[in-house]
């Protein structure tokens, strides 16, 4: 398919995805896709930055009439750049998204309301008073715990290789619907109606699954937020069970959706984004 390109001119907004490393993130191709689709007049670009750096390219691009997004290592620093942080960076400290509003810098974390929406195609959203294990305590995890307490999870649990890190996470989060594990001994094939993975593991080849479905615990749904080339390891496992899951492919959607929304203030083209990644991960399999 011959893809139409709409030179850059002196109006066009600029977009840019500021973070260490960025040569392999599919944003670009993704925000692109849709600026195409709707013939807006934007470029949306990757570029490396140092700490150092980013507080400047964040006001920089936000007050020329752009903005961004900002991934790993950036996203806590990035809080620091705002003038106007929405609840979602408050409440997880992190900021993924940025632009220009009534003339002061905004910052969203996209990744919050990116994995409800990812969570309703899953299983039509979390269903109230649902249980739900959440594997981690990194920035995902934090997201994931935001948008499970909005939805009016019963319990959540917090499973952790290191322990003190999820006790971190809970107190700034939890309330009393938050509960930590203190080791995956404690999970006693205990039954949830979702499992999210919210850690690093399946991201490496050879990695180990992060939970053994079926014997440490049983899942109604899983999600996993990892994602890269073919299934990972726990959505295999679980589909072979029987488990409705999905990887972090439809969240990276979802969470480039929003923060569209935040700087074109109108709905994002999800089919056009979603087509591109899909032949772009199709292409790549093996
Ligand atoms: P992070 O802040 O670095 O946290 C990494 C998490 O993984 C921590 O909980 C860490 O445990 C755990 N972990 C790392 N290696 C482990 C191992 N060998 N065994 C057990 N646990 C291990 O990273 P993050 O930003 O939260 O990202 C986590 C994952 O989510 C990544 O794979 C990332 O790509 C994915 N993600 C996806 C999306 C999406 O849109 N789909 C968005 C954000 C993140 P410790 O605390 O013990 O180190």
New binding site residues.
């Given amino acids: 398919m011959t893809e139409r390109i709409r030179p850059p001119t002196s109006s066009t907004r600029v977009f840019a995805l500021l973070g260490d490393p960025v040569a392999h993130s599919l944003s670009p191709v993704m925000q692109n896709a849709a600026l195409e689709s709707l013939g807006e007049d934007g470029v949306y670009v990757a570029l490396r930055c140092r700490e150092a750096q980013l507080n400047g390219l964040i006001r920089g691009l936000a007050l020329a009439g752009g903005g961004g997004n900002v991934t790993?290592p950036h996203k806590e620093r990035a809080t620091t750049a705002l003038d106007r942080p929405t609840e979602a960076v408050r409440r997880t400290g992190a900021c993924n998204t940025f632009w220009l509003e009534d003339g002061d810098v905004h910052g969203d974390n996209t990744?919050v309301e990116?994995l409800r929406r990812a969570l309703h195609r899953l299983m039509g959203g979390v269903p109230e008073g649902a249980s739900v294990l959440l594997l981690?305590?990194?920035?995902?995890?934090r997201?994931a715990l935001a948008a499970l307490l909005d939805d009016s999870v019963a319990r959540v649990d917090l499973l952790?290789?290191?322990v003190e890190?999820a006790r971190a996470v809970a107190r700034r989060l939890g309330g009393d619907r938050t509960h930590v594990l203190d080791s995956r001994l404690r999970l006693g094939e205990r039954s949830y109606d979702l499992v999210v993975n919210?850690?690093?593991?399946?991201?490496g080849e050879g990695?180990p699954v992060?939970l053994e479905l079926g014997t440490e615990a049983e899942a109604g749904a899983v999600l996993d937020?990892?994602?890269g080339v073919g299934e990972t390891p726990l959505v295999t496992r679980a589909r072979e069970l029987g488990i409705p899951a999905m990887d972090?492919?439809e969240?990276?959607l979802q969470?480039g959706a929003v923060a569209f929304e935040r700087w074109w203030q109108q709905p994002a083209p999800v089919d056009a984004m979603r087509g591109v990644l899909d032949r772009i991960r199709d292409r790549v399999a093996p």
């Fill in positions: 790993l990744d990116g981690g305590a990194g920035g995902a995890a997201a952790n290789r290191t890190r919210a850690t690093r593991l399946g991201l990695d992060p937020l990892v994602y972090g492919g969240m990276l969470q």
